[in-house]
């Protein structure tokens, strides 16, 4: 339970979680669970809310399954259940307040989408359809929150490894709504609505054009490309944008969801071949479903976590990055091709 408070003077957005305070003594980083304690390992089911969705394979068939209080699905492929502990909630303080102390309240819902019952698997190293699952299985929890009330984003990220913070190793994926759009997402729908007005054309394409097949790509599929951005702010940082304008993830159809699954098995193997297994996050950056003048060109960004950041990174909004772009994506363009060639089996 939370209020979300915006910053006196820019539009950074907290979330102040009052039930998720904690004594100073308890902010160090929490042990991890041990796999036979893993709440999101098959078997401990009841350790989580029932599942809103349980995807279960039976005789070559996906089916989509609901959880109940009596009934846990066993032999699941993914599993979608509300996050118990969250910042936001459905009946949060009435916090209204104005600018410069500006609140409302961090009216939300909190998803955990578990990526495979296998509690070893990587996203680095899971196969490519059941990539397509998870890719699916999301497209149908977000078409779901973005009809509730209330929900203008719905973020979708990843925390993967210790030192991205995930404080649970099994893989999942993470659906959190926010009443407003997160500044980020709002800072480039607005750059892209100001050249569409401009300039008729979407920034993101052309960026996309300038990209492909130049020094900073790492991977193109039919319909997807991975590239390092020109001004990464993570080392090894990488981005992948569908190649035509596309301004939401609900809109990639099926027969896009294997090629989306296999960009981002590859090159999330390729980071992992290259730099045995680091920690990172991955972000999608979508347009609102409501809000039908802020579009952008839907994207995913992957921060590799290598280093820490330092005062200048914290303080000021400039980051420092050692390793330029081209040759990060030299690196993992390399070590994406073998994956790729792995997975389309051509050597
Ligand atoms: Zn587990
Ligand atoms: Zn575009």
């Known amino acids: 339970m939370g209020e979300l408070r915006k910053d006196y003077f820019t539009e950074r957005l907290v979330i102040v979680s009052a039930e998720r305070s904690k004594r100073i003594s308890e902010l160090k980083e929490e042990e991890q669970p041990l796999k036979s304690e893993c709440p999101f390992c098959p078997g401990n089911e009841r350790l989580t809310p029932p599942a809103d969705l349980v995807l279960v394979e039976r005789e070559g068939t996906l089916l989509k399954l609901t959880d109940s209080e009596f009934e846990v699905h066993p032999n699941w492929s993914v599993r979608v259940f509300p996050q118990a502990a969250s910042s936001v909630s459905l009946n949060p303080p009435s916090t209204y307040s104005d600018s410069p102390l500006y609140s409302e309240p961090a009216y939300g819902y909190h998803y955990i989408v578990v990526a495979t019952p296998n509690h070893e698997e990587s996203f680095s190293k899971m196969s490519v359809d059941q990539w397509m699952n998870v890719l699916a299985t999301t497209q149908d929890k977000m078409r779901w929150l973005y009809s509730q009330k209330r929900v203008s ?126 920690a990172f996050s991955m972000v999608f950056h979508t347009s609102p479903e409501k809000k039908t003048t802020k579009q952008l060109h839907w994207h995913i960004e992957v921060y590799p976590q290598l280093t820490r950041w330092s005062g200048l990174e914290k303080g000021a909004g400039v980051y420092i990055n050692q390793i330029p772009p081209e040759q990060a994506a030299e690196v993992l363009g390399m070590n994406a091709r073998k994956e790729l060639a792995s997975l389309i089996g051509i050597s």
């Not at 984003?153 to 009443?179: C, E, K, M, W």
């Not at 301004?247 to 730099?275: H, N, P």
């Open 153 to 278: 984003y719905v973020a979708v990220f990843v925390n993967n490894g210790r030192d991205a913070g995930a404080s649970i190793p099994h893989p999942h994926l993470q659906l959190l709504t926010l009443p407003r759009l997160p500044p980020l997402v709002e800072e480039e729908a607005t750059a892209v609505q100001k050249s569409m007005y401009e300039l008729g054309i979407c920034p993101m394409c052309s960026v996309v054009g300038a990209e492909l097949g130049g020094p900073r790509q790492i991977l193109a599929t039919d319909s997807f490309v991975s590239f390092s951005p020109w001004a990464p702010t993570h080392a090894f940082e990488f981005w992948i944008f569908p190649k035509r304008h596309q301004t939401s993830f609900l809109k990639v159809a099926q027969k896009e969801i294997r090629d989306l699954a296999l960009m981002l098995r590859s090159t999330l193997g390729g980071l992992s071949r290259a730099l045995n297994e680091p």
